[in-house]
């Protein structure tokens, strides 16, 4: 099935070309680039990688608010406007192996939305201080209990949607922006009776760049469950 990937960027000039060369070695897939204005020229780095092949990148260069959760909204609303029948997301700073892509892909043969987790059985964390492991595997324990999800990985960013699930999502309705948007989209297509499934990953710190993760996201993840909880169980 042909598939595209929607890897949002904010300063990951040197990671998007090793991301993007793993990606197009895979067959039928498709990249679109959704750049938050970086101010490292990344999404300079995007227009030079899509300049090569624009049979298979497309760039799109956003402006006004920034945030992930808004920068997956835009690409997903794109997505849906082309013919993929599959639609994946994935980080952009290498913690996501593209090695990994074509086993979420071919699950999704029997699931409705696919996520890459850490936490089901042969799922790993490399290069993560026990600090922030213990922080992750808490947050999804939490994020359960509060919304009822069964997902074991509910923070994953790795994730394979067939087309129509996503489009039984009222995209643009989505309220929450930092990483809460991914436990939002999963609540999201819970409710809305997707089939949903996950398959063991490695994840990786990334290689190059800062995180992202700033007190303001952690404070929205917090309230995020609360909120879902307040409109009934998945």
């Known amino acids: 099935m042909k598939t595209l990937v929607i890897l949002p960027t904010y300063n990951e000039q040197d990671n998007l070309p090793v991301l993007v060369g793993a990606l197009l070695a895979l067959p039928d897939v498709t990249i679109l680039v959704v750049d938050d204005g970086s101010p490292d020229g990344t999404g300079a780095v995007a227009d030079t990688l899509a300049q090569a092949r624009p049979d298979r990148i497309e760039v799109m260069h956003r402006s006004g608010p920034r ?6 909204v835009d690409g997903m609303l794109r997505a849906l406007e082309t013919d993929a029948a599959l639609i994946c997301q994935m980080d952009a700073d290498l913690s996501h192996d593209p090695a990994d892509l074509p086993r979420l892909m071919a699950r999704a043969e029997a699931a409705d939305l696919v996520i890459g987790s850490r936490y089901v059985p042969g799922g790993r964390i490399k290069n993560w201080a026990r600090r922030r492991v213990l922080l992750s595997a808490f947050a999804n324990r939490y994020v359960r209990a509060i919304t009822g999800l069964d997902a074991r990985d509910c923070t ?15 995209l643009r309705g989505i309220t929450s922006n930092g990483y809460a948007f991914l436990v939002e989209m999963a609540w ?10 996950e ?8 290689r190059a760049g800062a995180s992202k993760l700033s007190g303001g996201v952690i404070v929205e993840s917090a309230l995020l469950p609360w909120r879902l909880k307040g409109r009934g169980r998945p």
């Open 188 to 197: 999201l297509a819970a409710r809305a009776g997707c089939r949903i499934a």
């Open 199 to 206: 398959v063991p990953i490695t994840f990786t710190e990334r």
């Open 67 to 72: 945030g992930l959760g808004r920068s997956y």
């Open 156 to 170: 994953s960013g790795f994730r394979c949607w067939r087309r129509e699930a996503l489009q039984r999502i009222a």
